[in-house]
């Protein structure tokens, strides 16, 4: 059974960084895809950023682009996302994913919070 688990998250100031991690069960991850997405509270959930399962190509959302960092440890059978310049409209919960052309699994999430 795949599972996923997020970790990571917190309270942060504006400007400041974090690093999301998710950990990835049940399937190897060097034959997955991967993101990760985020809900804010009252909206719809949003594509932040993603490796497909094919490998080699990185997408970024553009309001994250030159700020965020996906990065995968196959070893580990975890994938990162390094936050910098962190922006209070950041603030939401982040879910990892994980999917074939057949199937796709989801986290828990994990909240992150950007305020003074």
């Known amino acids: 059974q795949v599972h996923l688990v997020e970790s990571g998250g917190g309270l942060v100031q504006p400007g400041g960084s974090l690093r999301l991690s998710c950990a990835l069960s049940?399937?190897?991850?060097?034959?997955?895809?991967m993101g990760w997405f985020r809900q804010a509270q009252g909206k719809e959930r949003e594509f932040v950023a993603r490796e497909r399962w094919s490998g080699g190509s990185t997408d970024y959302a553009d309001s994250v682009k030159g700020r965020f960092t996906f990065s995968r440890d196959n070893a580990k059978n975890t994938v990162y996302l390094k936050m910098n310049s962190l922006k209070p409209e950041d603030t939401a919960v982040y879910y990892c994913?994980?999917?074939?052309?057949?199937?796709?699994?989801w986290g828990q999430g994990t909240q992150v919070t950007v305020s003074s």
């Open positions: 049940g399937r190897t991850l060097r034959s997955t895809g």
């Open positions: 994913n994980a999917n074939t052309p057949l199937e796709s699994w």
